[in-house]
RNA sequence: CGGAGCGUAGCUCAGCCUGGCUAGAGCACUUGGUUUGGGACCAAGACGUCGCAGGUUCAAAUCCUGUCGCUCCGACCA
């Protein structure tokens, strides 16, 4: 089921749209004229904003910024984030899951408890209270969800139970950035599941993964389910879904040839074209390594030129760690990447960090650029598997200004452990089916976990089961990042003009715009009664009654993206007719009595 | 945390290098008028502790120091 494939690909088959609930969220919030409401647009944009999504987010009065990665949502801003909300919600309880709201302040014991005072602290805020006492700003529940099952659920019957919640993090973020993208402070959905076995447990993470698939679906998401890294929350494996969009801060490997696509921190290949172990070894090649001067050479790029002339799939790449406080040496070919997260991965610990010059040249003797593991004893040498039998290498010799060339691995090389660490590259081919594979950049907007035990043990959520054992629940987790989603689909939606918004998720489905508004007047008169017909309907309408000129209204209209636009103007209505304008279409002259009809028709089709 | 850049009206920015008179423009805002199918025009007006603190100077938006904030790049490629 879920082995090394994407259960699910959008891009080829799209889930049939569901019975949804365009209509009807006027009951939470009125239509409105907007002289009533705040829609603050900006002809120019703020200096602040880089790419297309927050440009528009501030452009459309959609949000403003507070501070750096803190911001107000304006009303309609509001509107689209409850609309998503919305579908997030009705797609968790048909999936079974349970709505509940835990504190976003949360007791720093709970995460000493789990480890993750420690592992995860550099993304914990932290306040005190009056008592000096410190309270953790929830990053996320995990802790918090554990800790309630632990007291309420004590049996094998009480599961499976699924609960999730829509509510407001924080993170430390290092560098907030993009608008909502990268915030310290946003809205998440997260959902936790709880199951008596791994085999129940599979259960309960497929049934969120096709809920997941729905959910951006119906938001109007183009989302790819990729295999995942699972960081510092730990787990088993994960998927998450990806917004493919330049602008995004994640790398997905994908293959076209199979449903294969994974996070670059993730994939696999069959390898570089050119394999290390299928290289000849010289014909020279004697039976030790040789040292040879070097000059002024520090980097693979260097060697690779004259008049050394070692082509970097030669080179062996020395990189010094500091791993829980001790120093490991990592081997890659020269033409190779180390991928951290696997690396953290393969380690089991995400405490490392590069070693400085300083710690580097008094372990090894020499400075970064001529560094290499031959004959090194001291130092665990963890190798990557690409590495596996070369032949006919060069590395540096630990002294400066020297290399070592004629180096095989298996004879020079005392390697601990043979690991993956190299990062997938663009053409290599794909694992599953041997054609090429492509990368791309994207948006993570969801993230399923397997989590297992890992938490349920430290957090003491046990049961017992049928007969009568005591056993840890196992655990999945599952998250939306809500306000990054609603940025996804601008980014993903959006032209010259501004916000294209899917019917599903626009703040207003359909805007009025009458192009005189003189009270009594005709125009104004028909705009009025077409107006209180789409409310009687339940259509999310609104009315632009300004006193503006056409062409500021029809900017303004397009800036923020309503799908419809229902303008109204003294020449079409002297041949009984008023004009549909559909987001990025064209202009078409409907009669005035079938308006009503036409647009419910619009957006029931879209249902 | 390292590097770079920027803080002047609600927004976008000029002025700073080379110190000097009352600190400017466009947009937005207020009032009046003319306009009225794709971000109008005319006139009048309101809006600024030039991020903050200190220093140099007869004189600081301008030079110096510190500090705070924001944006971008980096924080694997030895």
Not at 152 to 177: A, G, H, L, V, W
Not at 480 to 489: D, E, S
Request: glycine fraction near 8%; proline fraction near 6%.
């Amino acid at each position: 089921m879920l082995g090394g494939k994407s259960h699910l690909d959008l891009r080829h088959s799209p889930l049939p749209a569901c019975r949804s609930s365009i209509l009807h969220l006027s009951s939470l919030i009125p239509p409105m004229r907007w002289t009533q409401t705040l829609i603050p647009t900006l002809k120019e944009t703020p200096a602040e904003a880089e790419i297309a999504s927050h440009k528009l987010l501030l452009r459309a009065g959609l949000v403003r910024k507070l501070s750096g990665g803190l911001y107000t949502f304006l009303p309609l801003g509001v509107r689209a984030l409850r609309k998503i909300e919305r579908i997030v919600r009705e797609e968790m309880n048909r999936a079974g899951a349970l709505e509940v709201l835990m504190p976003a302040l949360q007791p720093p014991e709970i995460w000493q408890k789990s480890g993750r005072y420690e592992t995860a602290s550099d993304v914990l805020l932290k306040a005190r209270d009056r008592a000096k006492k410190e309270w953790v700003l929830g990053p996320t529940h995990e802790e918090v969800i554990t800790t309630l099952v632990a007291g309420e659920i004590n049996s094998y019957r009480q599961m499976p139970k699924n609960f999730y919640q829509i509510q407001t993090k924080f993170r430390d973020e290092i560098r907030p950035r993009f608008g909502l993208m990268r915030a310290k402070e946003f809205i998440m959905k997260d959902a936790y599941s709880f199951d008596a076995t791994d085999e129940l447990a599979q259960v309960s993470y497929q049934k969120m993964y096709d809920a997941y698939a729905r959910i951006f679906q119906r938001c109007g998401l183009k989302a790819i389910p990729v295999e995942a890294d699972t960081g510092i929350i730990g787990g088993k494996f994960s998927h998450e879904f990806m917004v493919p969009a330049e602008t995004g801060e994640n790398e997905v490997v994908y293959c076209e040839g199979c449903n294969y696509a994974a996070n670059i921190e993730k994939a696999m290949s069959q390898g570089p074209a050119v394999k290390t172990h299928k290289l000849a070894p010289p014909a020279d090649e004697p039976h030790h390594p040789a040292k040879f001067p070097t000059p002024g050479v520090v980097t693979i790029e260097a060697l690779t030129k004259a008049p050394h002339n070692v082509p970097a799939e030669r080179q062996i790449k020395t990189l010094v760690y500091l791993v829980d406080s001790k120093l490991v040496l990592l081997l890659l070919r020269g033409d190779d990447q180390l991928n951290e997260a696997k690396l953290i991965s393969a380690l089991g610990t995400g405490n490392l960090r590069p070693a400085t010059a300083e710690e580097i040249f008094a372990a090894m003797g020499a400075n970064p650029g001529s560094l290499g593991a031959v004959h090194v004893t001291k130092i665990p040498i963890y190798a990557d598997s690409l590495l596996c039998d070369a032949t006919g290498m060069t590395t540096g010799a630990n002294e400066d200004g020297f290399h070592f060339r004629n180096v095989s691995i298996n004879r020079d090389i005392p390697v601990n452990h043979w690991v993956d660490l190299r990062s997938v590259r663009l053409g290599e081919a794909c694992g599953n089916c041997g054609k090429p594979l492509k990368v791309q950049r994207a948006i993570e907007v969801g993230h399923v976990f397997k989590l297992g035990t890992k938490y349920s043990e430290k957090l003491e959520a046990f049961f017992l089961d049928e007969s009568g054992k005591q056993r840890p629940a196992v655990m999945g987790c599952y998250g939306i990042g809500v306000t990054r989603t609603l940025q996804a689909v601008i980014e993903q939606s959006h032209d010259k003009d501004g916000v294209v918004w899917p019917l599903s998720v626009a703040p207003y489905t359909v805007c009025i715009t009458p192009l005189s508004v003189t009270p009594g007047g005709p125009v104004m008169t028909l705009a009025e009664k077409i107006y209180g017909e789409l409310e009687a309907r339940g259509v999310d309408v609104i009315l632009d009654d300004r006193d503006e000129r056409p062409g500021v209204k029809f900017k303004d209209s397009e800036l923020v993206g309503f799908p419809i636009r229902v303008g109204i103007g003294e020449k079409s209505l002297a041949k009984g007719e008023v004009e549909l304008k559909l987001r990025g279409g064209a202009l078409t002259p409907v009669k005035a009595e079938e308006i009503v009809a036409k647009v419910t028709e619009i957006i029931g089709r879209a249902e």
